[in-house]
């Protein structure tokens, strides 16, 4: 005697091969997540996630995007300009936009770097392409950024400082420094799953970083035998042609652009090649 067993509800179809499925069964963005479409979709909804976690329970809530960087542009305003005066004309808007374009680097990829170990949770439970989590990072510190460059062309006119015609290179230098960033994240990221330590080294080199990027001094206050250092960080090269593009008005130099995006492409395709060779065992260490 045959006996049919009682169903429970509908019976859904298999999830198609890349698709996104929860513990509950539920496939996200109809299968597609290996297209274009489908990642971009799910960098966006773990962006705004993150952004909107970070401030859920803070009393000043998205303000803490602005007052952070403010607060310590205060501060090395305070030091190198009223107690130590650096000699640099426009200090206002040049250390602004300094510390705004440091901050984006190190938050982005400091967060980067800890994103599939921070993921780690949905990684091992879902079926997504794992640099995912990574691109959300650095867009979630973007949505940051953006706010932070309306309050840096606020301080720009009330400073007087108009910006004009080598204005047009700055969106090149931004491509160069989310390119930097992104192939930081994605050659870290990785190794960070692998080896703990990574987090901590990479701490400490920012940190590091900081002082030996021209952030609150001028490329011109670097004695010469040392200044090939300042030509061979292309953070640094950005912020420099980004200052003198914006805060001075002066063309950034053609040769110079150029060699600048070839060294933030050369970064973000050796991580690019490290995050693929790497990827396939990064569940099996979360």
């Not at 979709?41 to 773990?46: G, R």
């Not at 330590?197 to 400490?204: E, K, Q």
């Not at 002082?211 to 004695?223: G, K, R």
Request: charged share 10%; net charge positive; with cysteine.
């Amino acid at each position: 005697m045959n006996v049919t067993q009682p169903t429970l509800g509908p019976q859904l179809p298999p999830p198609r091969v890349g698709a996104i499925v929860d513990p509950s069964g539920v496939t996200w963005f109809g299968g597609q997540t290996h297209s274009f479409a489908g990642q971009a979709w799910l960098v966006i909804q773990f962006a705004l996630k993150d952004f909107k976690i970070r401030y859920t329970s803070s009393a000043l809530g998205y303000t803490w995007s602005v007052v952070n960087p403010l607060m310590f542009f205060g501060l090395y305003y305070v030091v190198f300009s009223v107690f130590m005066r650096f000699p640099i004309a426009n200090y206002v808007s040049f250390l602004l936009l300094s510390v705004v374009l440091w901050n984006f680097f190190a938050e982005a990829s400091a967060n980067g770097t800890a994103a599939l170990v921070a993921r780690a949770d949905i990684l091992g439970k879902m079926v997504l392409p794992r640099q995912v989590v990574v691109y959300a990072a650095l867009l979630s510190a973007s949505l940051t950024f953006l706010i932070n460059l309306i309050v840096l062309l606020a301080v720009l006119w009330a400073t007087g400082t108009r910006l004009g015609l080598p204005a047009i290179c700055f969106p090149l230098l931004l491509f160069d420094l989310v390119a930097l960033t992104l192939g930081t994240a994605l050659l870290l990221s990785p190794l960070f799953v692998h080896f703990r330590d990574v987090g901590y080294l990479w701490n400490i080199a920012l940190q590091a970083g900081f002082w030996m990027t021209p952030i609150i001094y001028s490329e011109d206050m670097i004695p010469p035998a040392w200044r090939y250092l300042f030509w061979c960080n292309p953070l640094a090269r950005i912020v420099g042609d980004s200052r003198r593009a914006l805060v001075y008005g002066l063309w950034p130099g053609p040769r110079g652009l150029v060699i600048t995006t070839l060294m933030a492409l050369a970064v973000y395709t050796v991580g690019a090649a490290t995050f693929r060779r790497l990827q396939a065992r990064v569940v099996e260490h979360l």
